[in-house]
């Protein structure tokens, strides 16, 4: 009983840490889309050359690392997206290729967050009523999570005067 305690006045002191993020379900956080193809897709690509590029065409620039190289990446850039993939630990004795990275910083893409889709260059009140994030020097974001306690975060960045959206992408936190 005293462990349940213990572990539900660490849920909550944690829940209240993270107050600034909107939390979505795991499947409307899968369903996160980038030019019509979801988060989930885009993970479960695994950074396969043929993969990625049946998603988003070929790329302008790709670098992977040699198969036995530690640590190994794989890096997809596009016109206005860029996808990181590494070998993260997932266990004491397995890793996994997984997207560690998703950046746009172009209005040639698009991104849809519970059926409303926004750009580069879109104001921030596109996506309705959330919570907004202040971080360093005055920068603001709204922060998706689809759990308080996960590692993997979705994020619109956007000038605090004009409210237009600068930045848009998903990492996860080392």
């Known amino acids: 009983m005293k462990k349940i305690l213990i572990y539900t006045l ?8 993270f107050a600034q993020v909107n939390v979505l379900s795991k499947t409307q956080f899968e369903n996160i889309k980038v030019n ?21 065409g070929s790329a302008e620039s790709m670098t992977i690392s040699p198969p036995n190289q530690m640590p190994w990446t794989a890096t997809f850039e596009y016109l206005g997206m860029h996808l990181w993939y590494d070998d993260k630990q997932v266990s004491q004795h397995e890793t996994a290729i ?40 005055e920068k603001k974001s709204i922060l998706y999570v689809d ?7 979705f994020y619109v960045d956007y000038d605090p005067s004009t409210k237009i959206i600068t ?3 998903y990492f996860i936190i080392p």
Do not use: C
């Open 98 to 137: 997984t997207l560690t990275n998703l950046m746009i910083d172009a209005p040639n893409r698009t991104v849809t967050i519970n059926e409303v889709t926004i750009k580069i260059g879109d104001n921030i009140k596109r996506l309705g009523n959330t919570v907004k994030n202040i971080g360093k020097n």
């Open 147 to 153: 759990d308080p306690l996960s590692t993997e975060l």
């Open 10 to 17: 660490l849920t909550f002191a944690t829940l209240e840490s």
């Open 167 to 169: 930045k848009i992408g």
């Open 36 to 56: 019509g193809k979801t988060l989930k897709q885009i993970r479960d690509a695994k950074a396969d050359v043929n993969k990625v590029e049946a998603m988003f």
